[in-house]
């Protein structure tokens, strides 16, 4: 997992990392792993979708999404601490299906890859780290974030499971193969775009979760948590 933690290490408020690909169930994960241990969670890739939907309030449209145009819209975006979450607001309302929809999904990537908005989105979520510990998920936490992070995980899972949990949570009944097979297209072009802003770190502990429930992979990770902690 881990390297040998040092003193001052110890002192800081702990951080789970949890990274890896679109749909892995890094989000969902994350949000019941620190419900478990007493942290907050911190979804980074809710703030690049924030962003997102602030240009495109600023500026319906595929135009001008130049990275000042992309910061300036971002101001309207606030990170509330809730009692076991941080959540991404735009103009101060939660705005969750809004960031969730399909025009915020095939534009993130692209407003991902500007280094400003990197920088923009990792003092947020530090800044969130700063008071108590929390989990936070994404793509680079265990990398670019919070190299010293305690604990690292990176879930990868089948593209097809992949797919197929997206559209359950998204439609609420069983998807059809047809309706997967599509999703698992949309995806596997999303992991292409994120390429060079997903990275494992050489210490993180890799959970394949494509045979697991969500029950699984919490146990596992809280477990991880725990003997970090001891
Ligand atoms: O839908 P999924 O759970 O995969 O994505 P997300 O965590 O909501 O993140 C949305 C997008 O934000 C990703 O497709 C990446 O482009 C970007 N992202 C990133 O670049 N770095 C992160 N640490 C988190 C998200």
Redesign the pocket.
């Known amino acids: 997992m881990t390297s040998p933690v040092s003193a001052a290490e110890r002192r800081r408020p702990l951080v789970v990392a949890i990274d890896g690909p ?2 892995s169930g ?2 969902s994960t994350a949000k019941w792993v620190a419900r478990v241990l007493g942290f907050r969670h911190v979804d ?3 703030l ?2 924030a962003a997102t939907a602030a240009t495109l309030r600023a500026a319906p449209g595929d135009t001008g999404w130049t990275e000042d145009a992309v910061l300036a819209a971002a101001a309207a975006v606030t990170l509330v601490p809730g009692e076991t979450s941080f959540h991404a607001h735009l103009d101060g309302v939660d705005a969750e299906e809004e960031l969730r929809g399909g025009a915020v999904t095939s534009r ?2 692209l407003v ?1 890859r500007m280094p400003r908005v990197r920088d923009w989105v990792n003092a947020m979520v530090r800044r969130a780290a700063e008071g108590s510990p929390v989990v936070v998920d ?4 265990g990398t670019a974030v919070f190299p010293h992070a305690r604990v690292k995980v990176f879930l990868v899972a089948d593209s097809w499971e992949r797919a197929k949990r997206r559209l359950v949570q998204r439609l609420e009944r069983v998807p059809t193969d047809a309706e997967i097979a599509d999703e698992v297209d949309a995806l596997v072009q ?1 992991d292409a775009k ?1 390429e060079a ?1 997903t990275r494992q770190a050489a210490d993180a502990v890799l959970i394949d979760t494509t045979y697991l429930t969500q029950e699984e992979q919490v146990e596992r990770i809280v477990a991880i948590a725990r003997a970090a902690m001891r």
């Open positions: 679109a749909a890094k989000s980074s890739g809710a690049y979708r993130v990537s991902a994404g793509r680079d936490m999303r994120d802003q």
